[in-house]
């Protein structure tokens, strides 16, 4: 008999999450370590700053009904909301299960049996506490899952845990909880939702917190969650067990001087280095660039000066250089100062169309600036696809917003409310940086016929080199009201290749998990996880890259649902969870 276990809920939403007894003491750095002052704001204000979070009785804070637009009202029409569009229910609360095994499914073909390995991957994993909502999607509880495969046994294990962040864990002290129920808000300034609905003392110069959200990294034998609003938690990769911050193998965390470590590192297969970005917010503005080797040591760093406070979600590698793209989705300075006393930093951003979209190529080398120049009209987006070098240029490939940012960021605000059209998607950019020109040109690539998409994949193998097939998250058709497809872009015949689900049925980001023998764009299997909104659960289905159309080669059916995840990472040859799950079997 297999035996698997939901951790109990202890503030009663549908979903169970996990009971305060459940909870596991997180070590985190000094309180003083996250303060503003020692963000390098050396200036009485920054003084203030310190005092404020070190100094100030808690019982100073008060805290009321809301300011923010999340209240038990607008709440109220929450289940009309998810009754109208079943894709919706894809958000509510994850369900943290212990390892459990479970069986592949629905197998048709025999050379499945090849694959072997760990599946991580992150999510949004609650958007909402009782009546108390967050207020963008990106600011939901960091919640990875995991999914070991041996296609030799035909075996799979699945487990599932939130990451006890520092503001995961206040949120669930009980009083928090209640108070969260009833509609007054987040326990922690989250960086687009104030802490307790907007009061300024529980705002008041502090910093946003860090959900630990995004994406999943393997990087040597550690297993990281990551969200570039804060530093990487470290997981047990069988348990998912949080056992607390960590970055650098060398040098120690404390003494890097780091404060925030992108969610979209690059790793050059090759040579199995890792590249990252950071944004500092000592004066002046910069952001970070990091060059670290395969075992995690950081080998290199050097800032890029910023004129504006920049959001930047990813960036690109080539075998020469390191690629910036920053789009013109800024925070003017009175919008920073205003977050200072009522929270929200990310709802300050701005679309400021007149600054173009900024590309800067740095060189591997020496992280030596090499290229520094603005596109306008600038293009806006969220993630790369891939950058690579052709002769004395750099091409770089982008999943570019369709329509405005706003219209996006508005979506982003409200996922239980959202509306999505191809406005609202993307489509393929390839912007060519020629470096002795000094001159960016852009243009769209790809099949006409490729439906809107976000969260663009390639083959690992390829990153930073001239590659051919791009995989999508896409909506087919366009009147889709979420993603409900993958695809594969051929970009050399301009061919489209797309496995499309049930009725019912959503998609999220394709991974491509890498076969056997040669190291080929198609030798590899495409594996998403699908919530089914039919039955309320979720399920992973397993593709041969080139022939998406066939449909699945194989399933791992889960007992729960999962919220729909951003990214995550395979680590082949690894099945920790698996070798977890044994222990449950009764």
Not at 39 to 46: I, Q
Not at 112 to 122: E, S
Not at 188 to 213: H, L, M, Q
Not at 477 to 495: C, M, Q, V, W
């Amino acid at each position: 008999m297999l035996a698997w276990q939901a951790l109990p809920s202890s503030h009663g939403l549908r979903n169970p999450i996990l009971t305060q007894s459940a909870v596991t003491p997180t070590p985190t750095p000094s309180s003083a370590r996250r303060t503003w002052a020692e963000l390098h704001w050396a200036s009485p204000l920054g003084l203030l700053v310190f005092w404020s979070r070190r100094a100030r009785p808690s019982s100073w804070r008060v805290r009321r009904r809301a300011r923010t637009s999340k209240t038990s009202v607008e709440t109220a029409d929450l289940e009309e909301c998810l009754a109208k569009e079943p894709w919706r229910r894809g958000f509510e609360a994850a369900e943290e299960l212990e390892p459990v095994e479970l069986e592949i499914t629905d197998v048709r073909w025999s050379s499945m049996l090849d694959l072997k390995g760990t599946i991580y991957r992150n999510a949004s994993g609650r958007l909402r506490v009782g009546c108390s909502e967050y207020l963008h999607w990106f600011d939901g509880d960091g919640f990875v899952f995991a999914l070991s495969i041996d296609g030799t046994k035909r075996k799979a294990a699945f487990a599932s845990r939130f990451v006890r962040t520092s503001r995961f864990l206040a949120q669930e002290e009980p009083s928090a909880l209640a108070r969260a129920k009833e509609g007054l808000g987040m326990a922690s300034a989250c960086p687009w939702t104030p802490a307790a609905n907007g009061d300024f003392f529980s705002n008041v110069f502090r910093i946003p917190t860090n959900p630990a959200n995004t994406s999943v990294l393997w990087w040597g034998d550690r297993l990281l969650a990551l969200c570039e609003g804060g530093l990487p938690y470290r997981l047990n990769p069988g348990t998912l067990e949080t056992l607390g911050e960590a970055l650098f193998t060398s040098p120690e965390l404390s003494e890097s001087g780091v404060f925030f470590f992108s969610a979209h590192p690059k790793r050059d297969a090759s040579s199995g280095e890792l590249f990252n970005i950071g944004i500092t917010l000592g004066m002046p503005l910069s952001l970070e660039v990091y060059c670290c080797s395969a075992a995690g040591e950081l080998r290199q760093r050097s800032k890029v000066p910023l004129k504006e406070l920049t959001f930047v979600h990813d960036f690109a590698i080539t075998e020469k250089y390191i690629v910036l793209i920053l789009p013109p989705w800024v925070c003017p300075v009175e919008g920073v100062l205003q977050s200072l006393w009522e929270g929200g930093l990310g709802s300050k951003f701005q679309w400021q169309e007149d600054l173009g979209t900024r590309c800067v190529l740095l060189r591997r080398s020496d992280l030596s600036t090499v290229f520094d120049e603005t596109l306008k009209p600038p293009v806006s987006l969220y993630h790369t696809v891939n950058a690579f070098d052709q002769g004395e240029a750099v091409v770089l490939q982008v999943a570019a917003h369709n329509g405005s940012r706003e219209e996006v960021e508005r979506n982003f605000q409200d996922m239980y409310r959202s509306t999505w059209t191809d406005e609202t998607r993307c489509c393929l950019k390839e912007l060519v940086l020629d470096i002795s020109a000094g001159q960016i040109s852009v243009s769209s690539v790809g099949p006409a016929e490729a439906a809107s998409f976000e969260l663009p994949t390639i083959h690992p193998a390829f990153v930073g080199r001239k590659h051919r097939h791009v995989f999508t998250n896409s909506a087919f058709p366009s009147t889709a009201g979420f993603a409900n497809s993958i695809e594969r872009l051929d970009l050399e015949k301009n061919l489209l290749d797309r496995a499309r689900f049930d009725a019912g049925q959503f998609a999220g980001e394709p991974m491509i998990l890498p076969k056997t023998g040669p190291q080929e764009e198609l030798n590899a299997y495409v594996c998403t996880c699908v919530y089914d909104a039919n039955v309320h659960k979720s399920f992973f289905a397993f593709f041969d890259a080139g022939n998406l159309a066939a449909g699945p080669v194989a399933k791992v059916h889960l007992p729960t649902h999962v919220p729909y995840s951003f990214h995550g990472d395979w680590v082949p040859g690894f099945v920790p969870v698996m070798d977890d799950a044994r222990l449950t079997v009764t």
